[in-house]
C-alpha cells in the first residue's frame, strides 16, 4: 500500500524542540518534492517547509524561518522536519504532502492547501505547545 506515515508529534513547552517525521511506504520519495503543512481547528491550513527532490533545496513559509529545518534521508525513504523553539503559535494538525513532482515551485505552488494538489497525503500528527 503507497502511504505516506507522519510521527514525533506530541506536548512541549514553549521554547522547546521536537522533530518530526514523514515515511513512504510502497513508494520512493526520490521522485517527490515533500511538503508539510499544518492546520489548527477553525484556522486555515498553512504551509510549513518543502524540501526538493531534486537537489534538497529547502523552502520555509516566513511564519518559521530560522526555527525549522527539513531534511530528507532518502535511504529511509524519509523527510524530517526538525522544530526548534516552538511557540503558542505552532499548535496544530501537521502533515506531510508528496508534491506530483520533484520540485516545490510547481504552478501548484509548494503549499496548496487542496489535497488534490498533490500525488500523497499523510494522516498528520499532533503538535501541542504548553506556554
Known amino acids: 500500500q503507497e502511504q505516506l506515515v507522519e510521527s514525533g508529534g506530541g506536548l512541549v513547552q514553549a521554547g522547546g524542540s521536537l522533530r518530526l517525521s514523514c515515511a513512504a511506504s510502497g513508494f520512493s520519495l526520490d521522485y517527490y518534492a515533500i511538503s508539510w503543512l499544518r492546520q489548527d481547528p477553525g484556522k486555515e491550513r498553512e504551509g510549513v517547509s518543502c524540501?526538493?527532490?531534486?537537489?534538497?533545496?529547502?523552502n520555509y513559509a516566513d511564519s518559521v524561518k530560522g526555527r525549522f529545518t527539513i531534511s530528507r534521508d532518502n535511504a529511509k525513504n524519509t523527510v524530517y522536519p526538525q522544530m526548534e523553539n516552538l511557540t503558542p503559535a505552532d499548535p496544530a494538525v501537521y502533515y506531510c504532502s508528496a508534491h506530483f513532482g520533484v520540485s516545490c515551485s510547481s504552478h501548484r505552488g509548494a503549499y496548496s492547501p487542496s489535497t488534490r494538489d498533490y500525488a500523497y497525503w499523510g494522516q498528520g500528527t499532533q503538535v501541542t505547545v504548553s506556554s
Open positions: 524540501i526538493s527532490s531534486a537537489d534538497d533545496t529547502p
